[in-house]
């Protein structure tokens, strides 16, 4: 049933959004922002006249407020659902246990009404009451579970997921802690094509997944996540309730969640699990025969080379026809559900339906991935291999298929059904919002472009195989809007941007020892108070290593505990200092002096082995346009933007954002990367800087 014929409407007038915002504003001790006060316009104007937003936020200007308040107003005077998608859980619990209770709050008076909200992910997030209670279907596990060790781990898991069963009242697993390894989990967990369904499971109406699926179907306001946004995309059946609206927050992230929702991966483990699942179902004959052909694929991918397949050999070519036959043979055999099947039958073979369907479904995806020319693909398919015996226990050999782009695929779903307002601290590219915009399916937007470079990945991106020529009828009927809200921050006197233009470029064998001196002179005359972001794990590892010793401050690195733990710990000691790799480019908020120097290794641009950007690189150029501009230029400059970001906290923070990499001042595409900057006050000379950093230590350790 549709949330419009669900919510309830009552006959007072609610107010326009801006009085709506202002109430927020003060109920919550904070103060008008021009920015939010922007952002809540334009979302408002977007609303109503059904014409698609990207908004640029920077940290402080109160984006989240700026696109609730008129998102709850639309909600709540349409009697309607506008879905809320983040790429974080971190920003999903802001949003559920901060914002909206108190935006509830402060604007009851004004609504008339209670606001529902909700949040919603995908099945496998919540426990399964009837898989706690019978247990999972036989399955092969890796290897390395034969370990009594691990098969210890995995018990006492599974045993406190049972009796954590009986005191939840969500299911949800983020709400675990501490949580579970992924093994324990799906023990009590099942995809929505292993799930019975509500009428004929057992336990239907106490299903926490079902249960959230309501609360959602009622709601005014449903948070979720990227990857169910894909989800809902992708799949034939419904997965979020009816709505409207959608608003993209963190959408930076989206390509990549959506890229990473729509890749497939085949692997011999997979299919003899699959054989396995079938078990009693279908005749001992058609198990085998997939077991078989699972346990041949395995060693076929042991000989072949690790990386991008440009052309199917032939070899590979026949291995994945038998396992897609295989499959068809076992789920003809399965057939459809059977009325006379009882729960734990019918539980068995839903299980060994859904792994034989991705196994064949995988396999003629490949299949058909190599059958037009190399420069119209819409896949590419590489082999991921794993680095010694103890990484095999764990990562099998395995192929996967991705999109080579997925423009089209929001631009059909998402932009052609819905009004989409795409947020984030960080979409302009080059100064523009066009090279995201693209990527995302959307079409030109004009003179907004105006860099050269900016708009040579912008028309690039238009070139990959997934999406449709830019004279598209359809493309061009679909209207966007971009605005920039700003920032409270004053950049050029608040940070400095300082490029190590004397170092030698960056090469592949570690970093230089000039890097590493370059590094401790920065740190210690800043004293301390640093965070390293390299590109690479290997990287970070070697500067730890190697300065530990020779430091005067305390050296955290990422992976000597949880992340959250040294992030935690980085903050509450001023001079501590911590490196690490991409999740702290992107998650760390650290506001305060323990935050005054931000290093960044390189330019983070992608690795030249990278199968899905070099396919689209390739895609792109095969299309007469700039692969290395459209993909690896646009990708470095989303990360840079991001690692700049984590320098200016809170209004009162200060501090400078280094860069080692020369190629940010020599190089042609520099101006391109150093546009997708903040406007920080920029200087190439260290002794400038390491004065800099040194009164603002001396400053710090006065106040």
């Not at 706690?132 to 579970?145: F, I, K, N, S």
């Not at 036959?325 to 789920?331: E, I, K, V, Y």
């Not at 323990?594 to 199968?611: E, K, N």
């Amino acid at each position: 049933m549709p949330a419009a014929d669900l919510l309830h409407q009552s006959d007072v007038r609610i107010p326009d959004t801006a009085t709506l915002l202002a109430a927020a504003v003060e109920a919550i001790g904070g103060a008008e922002r021009p920015g939010q006060v922007r952002m809540a316009e334009a979302v408002e104007r977007a609303i109503a006249s059904g014409e698609h937003l990207a908004a640029q936020a920077g940290t402080g200007t109160g984006k989240s407020l700026a696109y609730l308040v008129p998102a709850i107003r639309h909600a709540v005077d349409k009697g309607t659902t506008v879905v809320v998608s983040t790429a974080t859980i971190a920003l999903q619990r802001q949003l559920v246990d901060r914002d909206l209770p108190r935006l509830a709050e402060a604007l009851r008076p004004l609504l008339g009404r209670d606001l529902k909200f909700a949040i919603l992910k995908g099945r496998r997030n919540y426990l399964c009451l009837h898989r706690v209670q019978t247990g999972a279907p036989d399955d092969p596990e890796e290897e390395g579970l034969f370990d009594p060790q691990q098969l210890s781990t995995l018990g006492r898991q599974v045993k406190r997921l049972n009796e954590w069963a009986d005191e939840t009242e969500t299911g949800d697993r983020d709400e675990l802690v501490p949580g579970v390894n992924e093994q324990a989990w799906r023990q009590v967990a099942v995809s929505a094509k292993e799930c019975l369904g509500a009428q004929r499971c057992p336990q239907g109406t106490s299903c926490f997944a079902e249960l959230a699926r309501a609360r959602a179907g009622e709601a005014h306001i449903v948070v979720t996540n990227h990857a169910l946004l894909a989800i809902d995309a992708l799949e034939e059946f419904q997965v979020l309730p009816e709505h409207d609206v959608v608003i993209v927050d963190e959408a930076h992230e989206l390509v990549d969640r959506v890229t990473s929702v729509a890749t497939g991966a085949l692997s011999g483990p997979a299919g003899e699990a699959a054989a396995r699942r079938c078990g009693r179902l279908v005749e001992e004959g058609l198990a085998d025969r997939l077991k078989e052909t699972a346990e041949g694929l395995e060693v076929l991918l042991d000989d072949l080379p690790a990386g991008r397949l440009d052309s199917l050999p032939a070899s590979l070519g026949n291995t994945l026809a038998t396992v897609r036959d295989a499959a068809h043979a076992c789920l003809t055999a399965l057939g459809t559900e059977k009325k006379d099947d009882d729960p734990g039958t019918m539980a068995a073979r839903k299980a060994a339906r859904s792994a034989v369907e991705d196994l064949h479904e995988t396999a003629v995806r490949m299949l058909e991935a190599f059958e037009p020319e190399i420069a119209a693909r819409f896949d590419v398919v590489w082999l991921d291999k794993p680095f010694g015996d103890q990484d095999r226990f764990r990562r099998p050999p395995t192929l996967h298929v991705a999109p080579i782009g997925v423009g089209g695929l929001l631009r059909t779903t998402l932009f052609e059904t819905r009004t989409a307002v795409l947020t984030s601290a960080t979409l302009t590219l080059g100064g523009s919002f066009e090279p995201l915009a693209r990527q995302w399916g959307l079409p030109p937007l004009g003179a907004e472009a105006t860099g050269r470079d900016a708009r040579t990945a912008a028309e690039g991106l238009a070139k990959t195989a997934d999406d449709k020529a830019p004279e598209d009828e359809k493309a061009d009927e679909m209207r966007w809007s971009a605005l920039d809200a700003g920032s409270p921050f004053d950049h050029p006197k608040a940070g400095i941007l300082y490029v190590a233009r004397h170092l030698p470029q960056p090469g592949r064998d570690g970093l230089p020892d000039a890097y590493l001196t370059e590094i401790t002179e920065l740190i210690e005359a800043a004293g301390g108070r640093t965070l390293g972001l390299f590109s690479s794990m290997r990287a970070a590892r070697q500067a730890a290593d190697e300065l530990k010793d020779h430091l005067s401050h305390p050296l955290l690195c990422q992976g000597e505990d949880s992340t959250s733990l040294l992030v935690k710990r980085f903050a509450e000691e001023e001079r501590s200092c911590l490196f690490g790799t991409l999740s702290l480019w992107q998650g760390v908020d650290v506001p305060g002096p323990s935050l005054q120097l931000v290093i960044m290794d390189r330019i983070p641009f992608p690795r030249p082995d990278d199968p899905v950007s070099s396919a689209r690189q390739r895609a792109v150029a095969a299309r007469g346009g700039n692969g290395f501009m459209a993909v690896a230029a646009t990708h470095a400059a989303l990360l840079l933007a991001q690692g700049a970001g984590r320098l200016l906290r809170s209004m009162d923070d200060r501090g400078v954002v280094a860069v080692l990499d020369p190629r940010l001042a020599t190089a042609r595409y520099g101006s391109f990367l150093t546009s997708s900057l903040p406007p920080f006050w920029s200087t190439t000379d260290p002794a400038v800087v390491r004065g800099a950093l040194q009164r603002l230590d001396e400053a710090a350790a006065k106040a």
